[in-house]
Structures are given as structure tokens and as C-alpha cells.
């Protein structure tokens, strides 16, 4: 749950600085004099945005995030939620699963993000949707998000789709704004402020601190700036009127737990590295550890010749007595598309679903393991399905990245 205890830092930034001024008098809005070209796709989607949620003032929405939501999903849900307000639409942000990244719970807790989880799978815990009459995905296209079966169920319809990920096959929705070469959506949601959708005021602590919260995700998902492009700066140019640098730095300096960098130290006994490609199965971990696969994936992609890696390990979920395997994959190759890769490796479930995809530079994947979850209190037979599956998934990487020597599975 949030935590209204912590009192607000004192922001940093400066009230005095000047709107800049365009230097086109023809006055696009979102032309700054950094830019050599306005925006106009930002533009044009700007004006179809303010039209929807014109058409939908006063209702109330649902902002669903995937299971486990990344810094740029929960500050991106928390500006279309302040957006909306100025349309007179309610917002509740949900996610599923858990924030198990300590990044992700400082940002919430430091920040009163408004974010709460459901627990959908609890037969305990039931929510009436009888009085949501849209739903809106952020940063995501439904695809990872086990809520997404109860939104169908009531009926809710999609109004809303605000998201980087490569397009999704079969996503409708009234209002559709993907943009896969975008680094994050941290960087559109902010277009749309800079498009005047709301404006933010820096004597309003709920203004720098989700502006705090879209400089961590649009930093975060751009590897802290290392792979932003132009719009991203602009959009972090803008944020930086507003944001506070110190709460962000508290974000960062959580720290890691000791579940983490075992999970880190046994990633880097287990890689093997090939063309430039380092995979490494970590075994078996506890849901609330599962964002050790991503932080092991981003720490192996800065060894020496590794543009590449991919991290692994089965998840149990004790709730639901359910295994998973878990991967994650983060690339500094500009070429590799991750969605692609990743879609080509394990392929689709038997109802035609992909097992995973990703955005630029990063991905991830889930396998469901069905009637071989549980039963691990004998180790043997622990032993021998962490095999089974370390194997396999080496054997479909490998298809990939070494396809002559596909069904070699030891190094
Ligand atoms: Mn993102």
C-alpha cells in the first residue's frame, strides 16, 4: 500500500526560470528552439487525445499497468491520471502483480504514487467494475497484464492505449497511440503536457513529484540517457523545470536486497557467452524476487564484447501455486529488435499467444510450466526440471545466436 507517512522534500527546481519561448512565430506548439523540426505527430495525436477525453469528462476509467510495473509505466499511468482530472475523469492505476524492483517501491512510496495493486487471482478479493466505463492501458497493450480477462468479462471497453512496445496484433481501442521507435512513454506523456493537456505548476507538490516520477522513467528506460534520442531530451529538458533532483537521487540510492544479488552472483557463475550473446539461468526464485532478472540481464550487458544478454529462472508464485519460467533480455545492439528476437525463440502458446516481446533494447518472456509447477521439496526432481528447462530455453537462444550449432547445450 502507499505510504502517506513521508513528508515531501523541498523541490529544487527553479520557479524563476521562463517559459521558453518558440522561435517560430507561426507557433507550433511543440516547437522549441532546440528542435529543428516541431512534432507533429505529437501534435496531431495531442489534439485527438484532448478530443477522447472531451467525449469522456466526467466518467470513470481504469489505468491498467502490466504485473509488474516499471518506473516509466507508473509515471506515465500517474500523468494520464493528472491529465484526465482536467477533464473531470477518475482514475484508479492498477497492476496485478507485484513492485518487486526496490527502485519501484521507493519511487511509490517517496512519491505517494497512486497506485494500487488487485489481486485478481485471490478468489477473496473481488472488485465491482460496475461503475468503470472505460479502461486505458499505459505503457503497455494488454498483453501482460493478468487483469485484462476481468476487463473483458465486464465489459469494460479499451478507450485509451498510450504505449512504446511494438504494436500487438488485434489492439482496438478509441484512442491509439503506439509509437515503437519511442524510447519511452514517459517522453509522449510528456509531449502531451507540453501540448498544454495540463499544466504543470511548480507550487504544486503532486506537479514535481510526478514530474520527479516521469524524469526516473524516462531515464530508466532509456538506460539513463545513454540510448535517448532527441525527443527524450526535449521531454527531460521540460521535465527539468519541474522536477526534484533530490527525491529522485533517494529513489535511486535504494538499495538492493541480499535475494537480489544472489540472484545477480549466481548470473554471473552461470553465464555462457556466445557471439557476443551471454545467457545465464539463475534457477529458482520467489515472486517477490522476480525483478532480480531484469537488474541480472542490465548488470551482464555491460561486460566486454557482450552487446546482448538474456537472464532466466523459474518464479514460483506461492498465491497461486503456479511456476513460471522468467526471462528478460536487454541488448545495446541497435539492430536487434528484442520483440522480434524474442518472438522468434519461443514462439506462441497453443491459443496463438507469444510468450513474451519487448520495446527497443529490452524484452522479456514468461512461460507458464502447467502441470510440471510445484512438487520442488524433492530436490531431485527440482534438480532435474530446472535441467529440462535450462536446456531448452539454451537450445531455442541458440537457434538465434549460433545456428550452426543449435544442439549444443554445454559450453
Ligand atoms: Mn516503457
Redesign the pocket.
Given at each position: 500500500m502507499v505510504s502517506t507517512s513521508l513528508k515531501s522534500l523541498p523541490s529544487e527546481t527553479d520557479a524563476s526560470i521562463a517559459p521558453v519561448k518558440s522561435t517560430q512565430s507561426s507557433g507550433s506548439r511543440l516547437t522549441h528552439p532546440l528542435a529543428s523540426v516541431p512534432n507533429p505527430i505529437a501534435e496531431e495525436k495531442s489534439d485527438a487525445f484532448r478530443k477522447v477525453l472531451e467525449d469522456h469528462r466526467g466518467e470513470s476509467q481504469l489505468v491498467i499497468l502490466q504485473d509488474f510495473p516499471?518506473p516509466?509505466?507508473l509515471s506515465?499511468a500517474w500523468a494520464y491520471q493528472l491529465i484526465a482530472k482536467q477533464f473531470d475523469i477518475q482514475c484508479e492505476i492498477l497492476y496485478a502483480g507485484t513492485l518487486s524492483h526496490q527502485e519501484n517501491i521507493a519511487l511509490v512510496k517517496l512519491t505517494n504514487l497512486p497506485v494500487q495493486r488487485w489481486a485478481c487471482q485471490s478468489p477473496k478479493i473481488k472488485k465491482d467494475l460496475s461503475g468503470y466505463h472505460g479502461c486505458v492501458l499505459i505503457?503497455n497493450q494488454g498483453t501482460t497484464s493478468q487483469l485484462m480477462p476481468f476487463i473483458r468479462e465486464a465489459s469494460i471497453p479499451i478507450t485509451v492505449v498510450i504505449?512504446?512496445?511494438s504494436i500487438q496484433e488485434g489492439i482496438e481501442a478509441e484512442f491509439l497511440d503506439v509509437r515503437p521507435y519511442a524510447r519511452?512513454?514517459?517522453t509522449i506523456m510528456t509531449q502531451y503536457l507540453q501540448a498544454g493537456l495540463l499544466k504543470f505548476d511548480n507550487s504544486v507538490n503532486e506537479h514535481i513529484k510526478c514530474a520527479t516520477a516521469l524524469m526516473h522513467?524516462l531515464r530508466s528506460?532509456t538506460n539513463y540517457l545513454r540510448q535517448a534520442q532527441e525527443e527524450d531530451f526535449l521531454s527531460a529538458a521540460y521535465l527539468s523545470r519541474f522536477y526534484d533532483s533530490q527525491l529522485l537521487n533517494m529513489v535511486l540510492q535504494s538499495s538492493r536486497s541480499k535475494q537480489v544479488m544472489d540472484v545477480i552472483e549466481s548470473a554471473l557463475k552461470n553465464r555462457s557467452v556466445y557471439n557476443n550473446v551471454t545467457i545465464a539461468g539463475v534457477g529458482f526464485l520467489r515472486y517477490d524476487n522476480r525483478d532480480a532478472i531484469p537488474q541480472a540481464a542490465d548488470f551482464l550487458v555491460t561486460e566486454d564484447n557482450v552487446h546482448t544478454a538474456v537472464v532466466y529462472g523459474i518464479v514460483h508464485d506461492e498465491d497461486q501455486d503456479l511456476e513460471l519460467v522468467v526471462g528478460s533480455l536487454r541488448t545495446s545492439k541497435l539492430t536487434l529488435d528484442p520483440d522480434e528476437f524474442i518472438k522468434e525463440a519461443f514462439g506462441q502458446d497453443t491459443q496463438g499467444r507469444f510468450f513474451g516481446g519487448g520495446?527497443s533494447l529490452a524484452g522479456g518472456f514468461e512461460i507458464p510450466m502447467g502441470f510440471l509447477s510445484g512438487l520442488n521439496e524433492n530436490p531431485d526432481f527440482a534438480k532435474l526440471k530446472w535441467s529440462v528447462y535450462d536446456t531448452q530455453i539454451k537450445q531455442k537462444l541458440l537457434r538465434l545466436v549460433n545456428p550452426e550449432n543449435s544442439l549444443r547445450t554445454n559450453d
Open positions: 516499471d516509466d509505466a506515465s505503457d504505449d512504446h512496445h519511452a512513454t514517459a522513467g528506460d520495446r
